[in-house]
């Protein structure tokens, strides 16, 4: 069983910056695509970023693009999501997660197996 725990998250004003973090229990972290989600307030989860295994390949939704960054550390079993330039749109819930298995639609929350319990991230304006 893979465990993902984030960090990172909190309250901050518009144009701040905040980087979240996510450490994973898994020996096989580093074969692992790895993804950040968010769930703003009533509304469904929806993808923000994804890193390939190597960390050469990454994938990011419109809406972050440009402001966000995904990376990771497969030494220290460590994924992160440095977010600058933040809006209130941003605020939300974000999540951790890890594929098994190699799937190639990275924006898609039914591909991944494994999800962390999500960091609050409030953006004040």
């Known amino acids: 069983q893979v465990q993902l725990v984030e960090s990172g998250g909190g309250l901050v004003q518009a144009g701040g910056s905040l980087r979240l973090s996510c450490a994973a229990s898994?020996?096989?972290?580093?074969?692992?695509?790895m993804g950040w989600f968010r769930q703003p307030p009533g509304k469904e989860r929806e993808f923000v970023a994804a890193?390939?295994?190597?960390?050469?390949?990454?994938l990011y939704a419109d809406s972050v693009k440009g402001r966000f960054t995904i990376s990771r550390d497969n030494a220290k079993n460590m994924v992160y999501l440095q977010m600058n330039t933040l809006k209130p749109d941003d605020t939300a819930v974000y999540y951790c997660?890890?594929?098994?298995?190699?799937?190639?639609?990275?924006?898609?929350?039914?591909?991944?197996?494994?999800w962390g319990q999500g960091t609050q991230v409030t953006v004040s304006s």
């Open positions: 898994a020996r096989a972290f580093s074969a692992y695509t």
């Open positions: 890193i390939n295994w190597s960390g050469g390949s990454t």
């Open positions: 997660a890890a594929q098994r298995l190699y799937d190639s639609n990275w924006g898609s929350q039914y591909t991944y197996d494994y």
